[in-house]
C-alpha cells in the first residue's frame, strides 16, 4: 500500500513560483510510477505530469509545458512539482498520485491518491 501526503501549496500572484511536495510511503514507491493531476472548479480532472519510477522520464501537459517541472527523490520517497511563471488558470487542486503500471495521463490508471493542495494564482 501507498500512501501520499502533498504540501506546498498557496496563494501566489501570477508569474509567480511553488514547488509542491508529495511524501510517500509504501516500500514500492521506488517501484511506482507518479504524476500530478489537477482539478479547477466546476472542471474535471486533468492530467499535469508524470514520471517514471527512476525519474528518468518525464511528460507534461501542454498548457504547462516549459513551465513546471516534476521530479522526484526516491531516497526520500518524494515527489516534486515545480511550477513557475504560473497564470491565473493554474488554479485549482494539485493531487500526486502513483500508479504500478506504466506512467499515464489517464488518472484511471493511478492507483493511488493524495487528499489534494489548493494553489491559487491572482491576476
Known amino acids: 500500500q501507498v500512501q501520499l501526503v502533498e504540501s506546498g501549496g498557496g496563494l501566489v500572484q501570477a508569474g509567480g513560483s511553488l514547488r509542491l511536495s508529495c511524501a510517500a510511503s509504501?516500500?514500492?514507491?521506488?517501484?511506482?510510477?507518479a504524476g500530478w493531476f489537477r482539478q479547477a472548479p466546476g472542471k474535471e480532472r486533468e492530467f499535469v505530469a508524470t514520471?517514471?519510477?527512476?525519474?528518468?522520464?518525464?511528460y507534461y501537459a501542454n498548457p504547462v509545458q516549459g513551465r513546471f517541472t516534476i521530479s522526484r527523490d526516491n531516497a526520500k520517497n518524494t515527489v516534486y512539482l515545480q511550477m513557475n511563471s504560473l497564470k491565473p488558470e493554474d488554479t485549482a487542486v494539485y493531487y500526486c498520485?502513483?500508479?504500478?503500471?506504466?506512467?499515464?495521463?489517464?488518472?484511471?490508471?493511478?492507483?493511488?491518491w493524495g487528499q489534494g493542495t489548493q494553489v491559487t494564482v491572482s491576476s
Open positions: 514520471i517514471s519510477s527512476s525519474g528518468g522520464s518525464t
Open positions: 509504501g516500500r514500492t514507491f521506488r517501484w511506482s510510477v
Open positions: 498520485a502513483t500508479s504500478t503500471r506504466s506512467y499515464s495521463t489517464s488518472q484511471g490508471d493511478y492507483d493511488y
